[in-house]
């Protein structure tokens, strides 16, 4: 488990600086979501149809992906088709609970193998032909989910104006 006192985590070793970064991201992306209606967090924002709560399903299934399934581990069973644009989409069908259940059940799936391999330990994903550390998942992670907590941040300022990646006190 990470620590919030900044004060350690300056001087944490690597595996704990890097939880700790990913853990700040991850955190940024559920305060995306905080006091919006479902309508504003299905709402499409691009012409792609992007969405808050679609980015967040789509941070669950590579949460699994990655970090699960890459080491040997068992994903839940997905309701929905990963490597289409199904992940990145929060049909009517699904509700905004399930998904912000999801994605914690991934953060904990995910955060376990963290816990329980060294940064040297390798997996393989199944849609790829070469090998992959932890260090290395850990490092495209925090770069994915800080890429969509980026696009996040733009949609939910284009809601309600709120920016940035805590709230502001």
Request: negative net charge.
């Amino acid at each position: 488990m990470t620590t919030s006192d900044p004060k350690t985590l300056y001087t944490a070793d690597e595996k704990e600086t890097l939880r700790a970064g990913l853990d700040r991201h991850r955190d940024a992306v559920l305060w995306k979501l905080e006091g919006l209606d479902d309508e504003q967090l299905r709402r499409p924002m691009t012409p792609s149809g992007t969405n808050l709560l679609g980015l967040v399903k789509h941070l669950a299934s590579v949460e699994y992906g990655w970090f699960v399934e890459s080491f040997g581990g068992k994903a839940e069973p997905l309701w929905f088709d990963p490597y289409t644009d199904q992940d990145m989409r929060a049909d009517q069908g699904e509700t905004t609970d399930q998904i912000i259940a999801f994605y914690g059940r991934a953060r904990a799936a995910a955060d376990r193998t963290i816990a329980d391999l060294s940064l040297d330990d390798l997996g393989r994903p199944d849609w790829r032909d070469e090998d992959v550390s932890l260090r290395w998942v850990l490092v495209h992670m925090i770069e994915e989910t800080a890429r969509h907590a980026g696009h996040m941040d733009i949609l939910r300022e284009l809601i309600d104006g709120a920016t940035g990646d805590r709230p502001r006190t």
